[in-house]
């Protein structure tokens, strides 16, 4: 079974189009984070919950919002998208927040035209 | 703030070929200290970690040391093989943090 599993795999929408990824660990950790790939491969993180609170939200539009109805899922809702969030969204948890590897889902390819 | 710093890639070799990749850091405290890699069409996998100074992380032939003096913490192995090419990320985690701090990504292309 997939430790950390998102969907869709790939997405490919309009400008101005409002979309959701979908994260989730049956691994038992209490933190999952949304970390953000740019085309250069630059990681850098967005949102971080530990069990179902915000502990760190970076610098991010407010057009990205977490929400995580359990401490299994963290989803990311994206309003009005644009060019520049093409990117490639990866999730992740881990068993505590400081110190602990993180596992990484696969990502999800997002290509906005 | 806290931050990691590792060789420009991309890094060519040639299959059984010696292999570094230099990775600095500056940070408060006491970081744990990590290698990630991350294969093509993949997320990031866990490679090895070290938690306090003069350990040694290793897994699958790759080995780094922490090395507090020098604030580094440099990816090495022996012999590369052609399954070893993906990109390498070096990470640390403060204990205030919630997350990992990346390094930029070392792309390593190894050739048979």
């Known amino acids: 079974d997939t430790a950390v599993s998102q969907t869709p795999k790939y997405l490919v929408t309009q400008m101005g189009n409002d979309k959701s990824i979908k994260c989730e660990q049956n691994?038992?950790?209490?933190?999952m984070y949304w970390y953000k790939q740019d085309s250069k491969k630059f990681l850098k993180i967005m949102f971080s919950?530990?069990?179902?609170?915000?502990?760190i939200n970076e610098t991010v539009p407010n057009r990205f919002s977490p929400k995580s109805p359990d401490k299994a899922h963290l989803n990311l809702h994206i309003n009005s998208l644009e060019l520049g969030d093409s990117a490639v969204y990866f999730c992740?948890?881990?068993?505590?927040?400081?110190?602990?590897?993180?596992?990484f889902g696969n990502g999800t390819r997002l290509t906005v035209t | 703030g806290d931050s990691v710093t590792q060789m420009e890639g991309p890094v060519t070799l040639s299959e059984e070929a010696f292999l570094t990749i230099n990775c600095t850091y500056t940070?408060?405290?006491?970081?744990?200290l990590f290698w990630y890699v991350q294969y093509p069409g993949e997320g990031l996998q866990l490679l090895l970690k070290?938690?306090?100074?003069?350990d040694k992380g290793s897994n699958k032939g790759f080995e780094a040391t922490y090395r507090k003096e020098t604030t580094s913490f440099h990816l090495e192995k022996g012999s590369v093989q052609v399954s070893d090419s993906a990109v390498y990320f070096c990470?640390?985690?403060?204990?205030?943090?919630?997350?990992?701090?990346f390094g930029k990504g070392t792309k390593l292309s190894v050739k048979p």
């Open positions: 992740a948890s881990s068993q505590e927040t400081g110190g602990s590897p993180l596992h």
């Open positions: 691994l038992g950790h209490d933190t």
């Open positions: 919950y530990n069990n179902k609170e915000l502990i």
């Open positions: 940070a408060t405290g006491y970081p744990s």
């Open positions: 070290a938690t306090k100074a003069d």
């Open positions: 990470a640390l985690s403060g204990r205030s943090q919630g997350n990992l701090i």
